[in-house]
């Protein structure tokens, strides 16, 4: 399995809506769905840090992942633009693999 973990800082008080557009009903879930190895995708929350997320995008390979995002490269990031403004601080973790 390939993983892609990002870490948010969400900005005050726009919480329902960060949760509803990376959780498993929203817009990045719906897009991913569409793609070849797409697997899921969780979405967590700091418990010291109420403004603090992570998600972990879960891919049948890294192959899967860098080719839906090669063909699907607009939409990628019409979608990201889109989402820009709910978070103060985005950042990615990096890229994993299961043992």
Same mark, same amino acid.
């Given at each position: ?8 800082? %969400?900005k005050k008080d726009l919480k329902n809506e960060f949760e &509803?557009?990376? =959780?498993?009903? =929203? ?7 569409? =793609? ?7 979405? %967590?929350? +700091?418990?010291?840090? *109420?403004r603090r997320y992570f998600t972990i995008d879960q891919w049948?390979?890294?192959?899967? $992942? *860098? !080719?839906? &995002? &090669? #063909?699907? #490269?607009?939409? $990628?990031?019409? %979608? ?12 990615? %973790?990096?890229?994993? !693999? +299961?043992?």
């Amino acid at each position: 399995m390939y993983f892609i973990i990002w870490d948010f800082l %969400i900005k005050k008080d726009l919480k329902n809506e960060f949760e &509803k557009t990376y =959780g498993n009903e =929203g817009i990045w879930v719906s897009f991913f769905k569409k =793609g070849t190895g797409y697997s899921s995708t969780l979405l %967590i929350k +700091d418990r010291t840090n *109420e403004r603090r997320y992570f998600t972990i995008d879960q891919w049948e390979s890294q192959e899967d $992942y *860098e !080719s839906f &995002k &090669k #063909r699907n #490269r607009k939409e $990628y990031k019409k %979608i990201d633009n889109q989402c820009e403004f709910l978070a103060d601080e985005e950042k990615l %973790i990096g890229y994993f !693999s +299961d043992l």
